[in-house]
């Protein structure tokens, strides 16, 4: 889930996800595994395969079972499933926009799960392109603050073609282009900051604002989705402010 412009969102996220961390190590695995397959089984000249294994590492994900599934996935040990990227569109309450990312081996199983739990939580599937254009593919780097200031960020990863850093309360988060995300995070890696994530994603151009009862609804529905096996990622546009948010936690 990504509603992007407040770290409270993400954290509602990371509680959900630590209940159900059977289902997080299996979705990182299989990250791991496609990105293998993408782009090869070497972590140095595969920047994908080298930021999904350190996502698992992140995540505690034992180290055997990564290895396994760059394996799988490199071709050098067999069983690798053959995943395909769909992505659906659709509106969730209050007409927030979101995008799902299946990553499955099974079409008509992921189609089937994602349309339930969108009609049963309030939301309503959309053709393709009806939501798409509202959200930009972009790099993304979270870097926890410690004692670390935004300037201390911005100097580190200005040259190498960051575009924002935000503040999101416990966190900073770096914007670039897709293309500019293994420099932003080697320049972090040489100036000593630790990150907790870096991923291309999808960051909405516009948001929506939602009142507490609105942010609820989503967070239900985007639950919902996450809980499908097939579901890898989900963008929303919404945005809670941080009065809103103090009433749902």
């Given at each position: 889930m990504s509603g992007h412009s407040k770290w409270a969102t993400t954290k509602h996220k990371k509680a959900a996800l630590d209940a159900k961390r059977g289902k997080l190590f299996a979705k990182l695995i299989k990250n791991v595994e496609v990105a293998a397959r993408t782009g090869g089984g070497d972590p140095d000249g595969n920047p994908t395969l080298y930021d999904a294994i350190q996502k698992a590492k992140k995540s505690s994900v034992p180290n055997d079972n990564i290895e396994r599934a760059r394996k799988r996935g490199s071709g050098e040990e067999a069983g690798g499933a053959d995943y395909q990227t769909?992505?659906?569109?659709?509106?969730?309450?209050?007409?927030?926009?979101?995008?799902?990312?299946?990553?499955?081996?099974?079409?008509?199983?992921?189609?089937?799960?994602?349309?339930?739990?969108?009609?049963?939580?309030g939301g309503s599937l959309a053709d393709l392109g009806s939501v798409?254009?509202?959200?930009?593919?972009?790099?993304?780097?979270?870097?926890?603050k410690g004692e670390l200031t935004e300037d201390d960020v911005l100097m580190a990863v200005l040259d190498a073609g960051a575009e924002e850093v935000n503040d999101l309360g416990e966190n900073f988060e770096i914007v670039s282009e897709p293309t500019d995300l293994v420099a932003v995070r080697k320049a972090l890696q040489e100036a000593g900051y630790d990150y907790e994530s870096a991923e291309a994603s999808m960051v909405p151009t516009m948001t929506v604002s939602v009142d507490a009862d609105g942010a609820r609804k989503v967070f239900k529905l985007i639950d919902?989705?996450?809980?499908?096996?097939?579901?890898?990622?989900?963008?929303?546009n919404f945005d809670v402010p941080d009065e809103v948010m103090a009433e749902v936690v």
């Open positions: 769909i992505m659906y569109e659709g509106y969730g309450p209050g007409g927030v926009a979101v995008l799902i990312e299946c990553l499955t081996d099974n079409r008509n199983r992921a189609a089937t799960e994602v349309r339930t739990a969108m009609t049963r939580n798409s254009y509202m959200f930009n593919l972009k790099g993304v780097v979270i870097v926890p919902a989705l996450e809980d499908s096996d097939d579901v890898q990622n989900v963008y929303a």
